[in-house]
């Protein structure tokens, strides 16, 4: 599971949590958003590009296990 942590103009903070460990994971924009309107395009594109992305074997792995 992942909850957002922290967002800035720079990028979005999102901590993972997993049964026996968690961890943050920075998301940086492509460019800094210097208001509302930016930052809500910059976070569109983050999910745009999480949509189109595959999901690595190790995380894979970790879901059948039960740890993801």
Not at 19 to 37: E, I, K, M
């Amino acid at each position: 599971m992942s909850c957002p942590l922290a967002v800035d103009r720079h990028g979005l903070t999102l901590r993972i949590e997993r049964t026996r460990a968690h961890g943050d994971v920075r998301l940086p924009f492509h460019s800094p958003a210097d208001d509302l309107a930016q930052l809500t395009e910059r976070v569109r594109a983050l999910l745009a590009q999480a949509g189109t992305a595959g999901c690595p074997r190790a995380l894979q792995r970790q879901r059948a296990d039960g740890d993801g």
